[in-house]
């Protein structure tokens, strides 16, 4: 989305529609241009590889693939000019164009053309429309190759192969010399569909590994004139990030630096940093919006209108189990530690079922093997286990296992439980949507449909949710060790449910995640690497955190919030993970069946 608006269609759409454009007005003074390396093709370059092709072939296909990158991107370039002039009536806030006419694109081609770099390959091109016919003309070629319509290139083409990203920069120099764009307007080059790379390797070769060191060439290069812009999944983008032909890599901070959207977008501490909420309703305001349903415009809770502000706890448990007898056994599990309490819990649970397992889990962390019993209970409210951080920290672990005992399914609905399953990420967000949407038009067939916006049935919700975490699960086996990371995910969510629900002292609320020492962890560099692809393919979130341990670094993992409805675990976390030693996590992920080969070395685990 973000690369989407370095494209000049985006932006005409804006001006023609009067909006505005979504960046600042210090930042519009640019132009883009770039590539989609799946939609453009590029990426079939893979299926010329024959089976036991040697090191000199698959470098002859990597210096294609890079020739038709340049191509491509020029082209695109030259393509952007043309239409921000053309459609960039007057009214526009910044105009990234100087002066640009036919006859200064003409003069501009000729130069351009006579440059060393293209090895001769435009010696004929005369004004601006045989520039473009050359251009194209090569890219077509290629596409023709590529889909094995003509088997080998003809001599023009592979004889004249440029060198990665030099004919960005010096087309856009002379469109700077010759007035066409401004001198201070920035040119933004988009590669998109990165992570398509990682798919091209082979059992005998790693040509998909050698053209992202192209294009980490490109970037190395370190020009003032162009600025690259890559658009990737967070797996894709390799710790070191090798240059072609060298020992060299690209430097964080240096060469490029890494933004993590899910990371800016995902939850910290402090919520009211939090800014998913309100894009979140941003999005969903503007899918309404070009729907039938008609709505409030000066609602600024649009989701909470849909979905609902969140359920009481109190009010969940007892819908949970809902008769009063029912209530009693489900609040009160052998081992009360007096005749006293057992009567005590059960009054309590008839009217307050939520309190009821509170209060036992409370009194057993009291029981004689760890300190005093309290004998008699409190004889009225608030009662101890009312203290609000003691409470607040096991009250999801409280309503889990109320459902477990009376077995029912967690209930999920409600804004605040639909944005903490998204976890910060818009597409899971989406998803959740979509799947509730599903089960109430399943729910409401047959019936007419309002042009009122619709509020949602928590139920209908609930199963809605719980589809979506299962289909989100089963995509997991896509992608790399994708196998491996399904089985340790599945094993994870089953021990933190398992031990959720049989810590009835709830000494241990934290349990719906996991925590190592950094040492250990970098010291096994097959399991450091195996938690790395697990992180950046989204199926857990990892954070450095505090030791309880003075001076021991540890690091923390959590399943993805979307996976909690599958495992009916509690998505927040408001205590401190379990403490859990490599071997036992290397248990989990029964790393001895591990391949090796599927984990690339890692020179810092934690540099990204």
């Not at 286990?385 to 399914?409: G, P, V």
């Amino acid at each position: 989305m973000l690369l989407a608006l370095l494209r000049p269609e985006i932006r005409l759409a804006y001006h023609r529609s009067g909006k505005e454009f979504p960046v600042p007005i210090s930042l519009q003074n640019f132009i883009g241009a770039g590539i989609n390396l799946r939609k453009s093709g590029v990426i079939d370059f893979a299926q010329l590889i024959e089976e036991g092709a040697g090191r000199k072939q698959i470098q002859k296909y990597v210096l294609q693939f890079g020739d038709f990158i340049n191509y491509w991107i020029v082209t695109d370039l030259l393509r952007t000019l043309e239409i921000l002039a053309t459609r960039l009536v007057d009214g526009a806030r910044v105009d990234p164009l100087k002066a640009m006419s036919e006859e200064k694109l003409d003069e501009f081609s000729k130069r351009l053309a006579q440059h060393s770099m293209w090895f001769g390959y435009l010696d004929e091109v005369r004004n601006f429309e045989s520039l473009k016919y050359r251009l194209e003309n090569r890219i077509l070629t290629y596409r023709k190759y590529i889909n094995l319509n003509i088997l080998e290139l003809p001599a023009d083409i592979e004889t004249t192969k440029t060198a990665p990203g030099l004919i960005l920069t010096e087309t856009v120099k002379l469109l700077r010399e010759f007035g066409i764009i401004h001198e201070n307007t920035e040119t933004f080059i988009r590669i998109d569909q990165y992570e398509q790379l990682d798919t091209l390797n082979g059992r005998d070769h790693d040509f998909g590994t050698d053209c992202a060191k192209l294009i980490h060439k490109m970037l190395a290069a370190r020009d003032s004139t162009v600025s690259y812009r890559i658009g990737t999944r967070h797996y894709a983008w390799p710790t070191r990030p090798e240059i072609l032909s060298t020992d060299d890599s690209l430097e964080n901070k240096r060469d490029f630096s890494f933004i993590d959207i899910d990371e800016k977008l995902r939850r910290s501490e402090n919520v009211r940093t939090w800014i998913f909420p309100e894009f979140a309703e941003d999005i969903f305001r503007r899918r309404l919006s070009e729907s039938a349903y008609s709505f409030d415009p000066q609602c600024d809770d649009l989701i909470g209108a849909v979905f609902g502000k969140a359920r009481d706890p109190l009010a969940i448990a007892n819908s949970y189990v809902t008769s009063p007898k029912a209530r009693q056994n489900v609040a009160v599990q052998p081992g009360a530690p007096t005749e006293q309490w057992r009567k005590f819990i059960e009054d309590l649970a008839v009217g307050d079922i939520l309190s009821a397992v509170l209060a036992q889990a409370w009194v057993r962390q009291r029981a004689p093997e760890k300190r005093a019993l309290v004998h008699e209970p409190p004889s009225k409210a608030p009662y101890p286990w009312d203290k609000e951080y003691w409470r607040k920290e096991r009250i999801q672990q409280a309503l889990m296992q109320i459902a477990s005992r009376h077995k029912q399914q967690l209930y999920w609905a409600g804004r605040a439980d639909l944005l903490a399953l998204s976890g910060g990420n818009i597409l899971v967000f989406l998803f959740l949507c979509e799947h509730v949407w599903e089960a109430w038009l399943r729910d409401i067939r047959g019936a007419s449909l309002s042009a009122a916006l619709p509020s949602i049935d928590f139920e209908i919700q609930s199963q809605g949710i719980r589809e979506a975490s299962e289909d989100w699960f089963a995509k997991q086996p896509e992608g790399r060790n994708a196998r491996w990371r399904r089985h340790f995910i599945n094993r994870l969510g089953r021990h933190f449910s398992s031990s959720l629900i049989s810590d009835e002292s709830m000494s241990y609320p934290g349990s719906n995640g996991f925590s190592v020492k950094t040492e250990e962890l970098e010291a096994d560099r097959q399991l450091s690497g195996f938690l790395r692809e697990c992180v950046s393919y989204g199926d857990l979130y990892e954070f450095r955190h505090t030791s309880k341990t003075k001076g021991e670094t540890r690091v923390k993992y959590y399943l993805a919030p979307i996976f909690s409805p599958r495992f009916s675990i509690p998505c927040r976390h408001t205590k401190e993970p379990e403490y859990v030693p490599v071997s036992e996590l290397k248990h989990w992920v029964r790393a001895d069946e591990l391949p090796r080969m599927a984990i690339s070395s890692q020179k810092d685990l934690f540099s990204v």
